[in-house]
């Protein structure tokens, strides 16, 4: 296949590949095309360098002991926290560590139902659910922003409503003004879906949820590794985001919050560290974030994932926007070329309505299953998802159990896009599908 040269792109890659040792490597025999940063990203060098050196020189247990180890532990790790609250536009009393953003979203379901429980402070009594009350989610959730609100609901009564979606994968907004009501407490949706790629109305969603005064939650997963993030000017009560799609090690993740929410929530998760008087019948709590920090932290994945957001700012978040947006262009125009590639969530259908983007896109080979798809493509060194992606409610609603998605990074390039949709157009002719 060939493609039209693509004249704007706003940061040059290949500067940076050097920087990500796993791009080295071949696999098969053939050098490795990694499409797959929606599910985890690649690390540069810095990164893995940052939480090394801390386990090397440093480690030791954060905001415990006065000695000299413990004290640098603590100090980096709080840097890192402010490093990293600046990266979303909060400050650091705001940010809540967490194991990734599926824990900060079960913290925040737990907190609400214990609030519900009567056991937090009198101000968490805003927060409670009774029956009949409603939280809203949207078709296109990631199951770790679905099942969280659906055990909540079946645990204090409350009802779980969603939020349709186009078939050109945009939220139905009319219908989200009516289903977003007076019952409405909790109103829990993705930023920028897994499987679409779109970007979605945040604006419009926090509007029709302070109108009724409900609580909104974003999952900016597929958002702060890409776009430039300021939460506050969002106007999103809670957001979370995981630090291993970000460039960052596994097992880190943030929760931000806004400050009189977080004040108010209740704790989940109780034990050391998070407490200010313990006795055999009671206990007191520290204010947040720490509040919601029970236990021994992940300081070294905090070290990490703070120099993973310094490699971001060096290389300019508006460069990687801009840069992956034009990869995306290149997937979405050489998939539409295609003989049997029906994309999810098509722009070209969008009633000539601007459709922002990520460089991401997931779709369905007619006549050849995903995962033989993927496997096609990983003998050619091509590394894609397949499956559902963990929103197999969304590929419901478009009639599918699974697609193949590709996604890129800023370690992408033009010429691994064009390798992919050459390998693609022909995995119907190998696998004997005629057009």
């Known amino acids: 296949m060939s493609f039209l040269p693509l004249t704007s792109i706003a940061l040059d890659p290949s500067a940076l590949r050097g920087d990500f040792p796993i791009l080295s490597r071949s696999v098969d025999g053939r050098r490795l095309v990694y499409l797959d940063s ?47 609250a600046a990266f979303v536009g909060a400050e650091p009393e705001q940010l809540v560590w967490t194991s990734g953003a599926t824990a900060g979203l079960n913290l925040v379901a737990y907190a609400i139902g214990n609030a519900t429980l009567g056991r937090g402070a009198p101000a968490s009594a805003r927060f409670a659910l009774a029956p009949g009350d409603e939280i809203v989610v949207t078709e296109i959730e990631h199951h770790a922003n679905l099942v969280p609100w659906q055990e909540l609901a079946a645990r204090t009564g409350a009802t779980l409503r969603h939020i349709p979606v186009h078939d050109d994968g945009r939220l139905d907004l009319d219908a989200a003004a009516s289903v977003i009501g007076e019952r409405t407490r909790v109103v829990a949706f993705t930023h920028v879906s897994n499987v679409l790629g779109i970007v979605n109305p945040v604006a419009d969603l926090v509007a029709l949820a302070r109108s009724v005064g409900a609580l909104t939650v974003l999952d900016a997963c597929q958002s702060a590794p890409h776009l430039p993030l300021d939460l506050p000017i969002l106007g999103v009560d809670l957001a979370v985001f995981s630090g291993h799609k970000m460039l960052g090690p596994y097992g880190i993740g943030g929760l931000y919050g806004r400050t009189d929410v977080l004040e108010a929530l209740p704790p989940f998760l109780t034990g050391g560290s998070m407490i200010t008087r313990v006795t055999l019948d009671r206990s007191e709590y520290l204010p947040p974030p720490q509040r919601f920090e029970a236990g021994t932290q992940p300081v070294s994945q905090a070290i990490a994932l703070a120099a993973a957001v310094r490699y971001l700012d060096g290389v300019g978040m508006e460069a990687v926007h801009a840069h992956e947006r034009a990869l995306g262009e290149r997937l979405i125009d050489g998939l539409r070329e295609i003989e049997g590639v029906r994309l999810l969530g098509d722009p070209s259908t969008a009633s000539g309505q601007a459709v922002e983007r990520v460089g991401l896109a997931a779709f369905d080979l007619d006549g050849v299953h995903a995962h033989d798809v993927g496997q096609f493509l990983d003998s050619r060194g091509i590394a894609v998802r397949v499956g559902h992606h963990c929103a197999a409610p969304l590929h419901a609603r478009f009639g599918l159990t699974a697609s193949v998605r590709a996604s890129t990074a800023l370690y992408n390039t033009i010429d691994e896009v064009d390798v992919f949709l050459d390998a693609l157009s022909q995995v119907r002719p190998f696998f004997g599908v005629s057009a």
């Open 38 to 84: 929606a599910a985890t990203s690649q690390k540069p060098r810095s990164v893995i360098d940052a939480e090394v050196a801390f386990l090397t020189n440093e480690n030791a247990a954060a905001h415990r002991g006065a000695h000299t180890l413990a004290a640098e532990a603590t100090e980096l790790f709080e840097d890192a926290r402010a490093t990293v």
